[in-house]
T-cell receptor, first 116, second 110 residues
Framework: DTEVTQTPKHLVMGMTNKKSLKCEQH?????MYWYKQKAKKPPELMFV???????INESVPSRFSPECPNSSLLNLHLHALQPEDSALYLC???????????????FGEGSRLTVL | DAKTTQPTSMDCAEGRAANLPCNHS???????VYWYRQIHSQGPQYIIH???NNETNEMASLIITEDRKSSTLILPHATLRDTAVYYC???????????FGRGTQLTVWP
């Protein structure tokens, strides 16, 4: 299994809603990532987990709250988002941290979020 | 921030080799160069990576100059399905930080 599975594929939410994005991998990878991608822009790094611990937070607003319940799962909890947060949210995993010889990232297909 | 520079767009005829250049003049001696691509509306896909030697896999070849300041990704026989944005990346200041630049939009035409 070389897949990273993200759910839901599409999500529409209001600014007062609370929702979560989910990501799952069964490759035994110990690093997991959240990226955000706006239309016609490159992916932007948000968070990095290594061995289920948050190791990098790229100064992301607190309305985005990541969680890594176990080595296979990564969640992104969303609360009080703004319309400008509408984007494609990509999850990735890697055996070793990005930058190492084993650091190639496997990406999911993304969750497309629309905030009304 | 991304420290690589790539042409904004390139074209290639189907069946011909596509050679995508990348400058990474500030790369450190122990940093790998990674290549990914993103087909429209899909997640990025890993292609290949290298440190100082040339690398080849089933998808592509990677040629890294001796001074490591630039590299070229080669798709030996481009197909229409290779139309995508190709990203050349080196890692950020710490392990785990992989920053995507704007990449090269490769269009393969029949």
């Amino acid at each position: 299994d070389t897949e990273v599975t993200q759910t839901p594929k599409h999500l529409v939410m209001g600014m007062t809603n609370k929702k979560s994005l989910k990501c799952e991998q069964h490759m035994g990878h110990r690093a997991m990532y959240w990226y955000k991608q706006k239309a016609k822009k490159p992916p932007e790094l948000m968070f990095v987990y290594s061995y289920e611990k948050l190791s990098i937070n790229e100064s992301v607003p607190s309305r985005f709250s990541p969680e890594c319940p176990n080595s296979s799962l990564l969640n992104l909890h969303l609360h009080a988002l703004q319309p400008e947060d509408s984007a494609l949210y990509l999850c990735a995993s890697s055996q070793g941290l990005a930058g190492l010889n084993t650091g190639e990232l496997f990406f999911g297909e993304g969750s497309r979020l629309t905030v009304l | 921030d991304a420290k690589t520079t790539q042409p904004t767009s390139m074209d290639c005829a189907e069946g011909r080799a596509a050679n995508l250049p990348c400058n990474h003049s500030t790369i450190s001696g122990n940093e790998y160069v990674y290549w990914y691509r993103q087909i429209h509306s899909q997640g990025p896909q890993y292609i290949i990576h290298g440190l100082k030697n040339n690398e080849t896999n089933e998808m592509a070849s990677l040629i890294i100059t001796e001074d490591r300041k630039s590299s070229t990704l080669i798709l030996p026989h481009a197909t229409l399905r290779d139309t995508a944005v190709y990203y050349c990346i080196d890692r950020g200041s710490t392990l785990g930080r992989l920053y995507f630049g704007r990449g090269t939009q490769l269009t393969v035409w029949p």
